[in-house]
């Protein structure tokens, strides 16, 4: 996968960007319910973080230029009434687009989780083939028609600035359209340019090759999260930031004992933290 475009700090040079803290934005709103969450593991990790309404981007009484990370959370927006995450989506189209791809132009981040994986489809921030906003992918009901509410594990395919020293991540699902669909051309361009990002998996590691529950939705390739194109916007279904702890592992107990077996520390926090944790290092 092609990397985010390297920061002007690398280069040895100071840009008007630099002068901004690295400083993230909750996207908030109706029906939006992980802003807190999202909010708690960003600061964790070292980021700060505001919780901002959509009307208050619209109104113009806060800016995305102030901000270096931009979070479009889990939850339900509108009620989905429209489809998942689309009325959201065409709020933001509809009045604050110009500001968006201007954003995406610096070297900044967009991370969307679960409705955020929906709104980004629906924007065509993801896959954004050769920064082309469209409809490329969707996310269509889950296979067994019902709400997934479950622990699933996942993996990373691709190492990149999300993925990077991350063997798995086991977190919470809760969506109801969460089917990863493409045609097959692009699948295959997925797969060529390492933007697939995490893929459900079994408990070793094995791939759910489409098995329920291990691919809880039954998402194409068990896809569970991809990026964009040019790496610096990453969607994906399941919670990380709704499993902070070592202890909101399903199997923690089992792993306490192992742990303690072997002489090894009991974490603190899961292994889900470190994607949070890669962000502020990018930035860093």
């Given at each position: 996968m092609p990397s985010a475009s390297p920061s002007s700090r690398t280069l040895g040079m100071i840009s008007d960007q630099d002068m901004i803290a690295d400083k993230a934005l909750i996207m908030s709103g109706f029906g939006i319910n992980?802003?807190?969450?999202?909010?708690?593991?960003?600061t964790r990790a070292g980021m700060d973080a505001d919780i901002v309404h959509i009307n208050d981007l619209i109104d113009r009484s806060?800016?995305?230029?102030?901000?270096?990370?931009?979070?479009?959370?889990?939850g339900f927006s509108y009620g989905d009434d429209t489809g998942a995450g689309n009325a959201y989506a065409n709020r933001v189209r509809n009045n604050l687009w110009h500001d968006l791809t201007d954003f995406l132009k610096g070297d900044n981040l967009v991370l969307g989780i679960c409705n955020g994986f929906q709104i980004l489809v629906n924007l065509g921030l993801v896959p954004s083939f050769g920064m082309q906003y469209k409809r490329d992918i969707a996310?269509?009901?889950?296979?067994k028609g019902v709400l997934e509410c479950r622990y699933v594990t996942i993996r990373p395919v691709a190492q990149n600035l999300w993925t990077?020293?991350?063997?798995?991540?086991?977190?919470?699902?809760?969506?109801?359209?969460?089917?990863?669909?493409?045609?097959?051309?692009t699948l295959s361009r997925l797969k060529s340019q390492k933007m697939?990002?995490?893929t459900y998996c079994r408990e070793d590691l094995k791939p759910a090759n489409g098995e329920y529950p291990f691919n809880p939705n039954g998402s194409i390739a068990d896809i569970a999260g991809i990026t964009s194109?040019?790496?610096k916007v990453l969607a994906m279904m399941p919670h990380p930031e709704r499993a902070m702890e070592f202890v909101n592992q399903y199997d923690w107990p089992?792993?306490?004992?192992?742990?303690?077996r072997q002489?090894?520390?009991v974490p603190s926090e899961s292994m889900n933290m470190k994607l949070f944790r890669n962000i502020v290092d990018y930035f860093r």
């Open positions: 992980s802003e807190m969450e999202t909010k708690e593991a960003l806060r800016l995305l230029a102030d901000y270096r990370l931009l979070v479009f959370p889990g996310l269509m009901p889950n296979r990077k020293d991350i063997e798995q991540i086991i977190c919470p699902v809760s969506h109801g359209e969460g089917n990863f669909s493409c045609s097959k051309e697939i990002a995490f194109e040019d790496g089992l792993q306490k004992e192992r742990l303690k002489g090894i520390p």
